[in-house]
Nanobody, 114 residues
Framework: QVQLLESGGGLVQTGGSLRLSCAAS????????MAWYRQAPGKQREFVAT???????TYLESVKGRFTIRRDNAKNTVDLQMDNLKPEDTAVYYC????????WGQGTQVTVSS
């Protein structure tokens, strides 16, 4: 089993920044793609960003240019730098990673006030 622990959520004003971090631990064999998803109240969970082992990343269109995903393969971590935050970014953010199957963290709350 692989455990994912997110940190870095909180309350921020519109236009502010937050950095989310996710650390993988446990029975890691070959950590593959890592990603961030989010779920706002009353909405389905949606993809935000993903990054491959080699560093190739893709983003949800609405966060392009504002969010940056990075990973440290040596430390088994993935970060999400979120800049110019908007109220519509308010959600619980989840880290996910693939190692023979997909694992999910418990989520961290991000609230952007207007």
């Amino acid at each position: 089993q692989v455990q994912l622990l997110e940190s870095g959520g909180g309350l921020v004003q519109t236009g502010g920044s937050l950095r989310l971090s996710c650390a993988a631990s446990g029975s890691i064999r070959n950590l593959g793609n890592m990603a961030w998803y989010r779920q706002a109240p009353g909405k389905q969970r949606e993809f935000v960003a993903t990054i491959t082992v080699t560093g190739f990343s893709t983003y949800l269109e609405s966060v392009k240019g504002r969010f940056t995903i990075r990973r440290d393969n040596a430390k088994n971590t993935v970060d999400l730098q979120m800049d110019n935050l908007k109220p519509e970014d308010t959600a619980v953010y989840y880290c996910t990673a693939y190692d023979r199957k997909w694992y999910w963290g418990q989520g961290t709350q991000v609230t952007v006030s207007s």
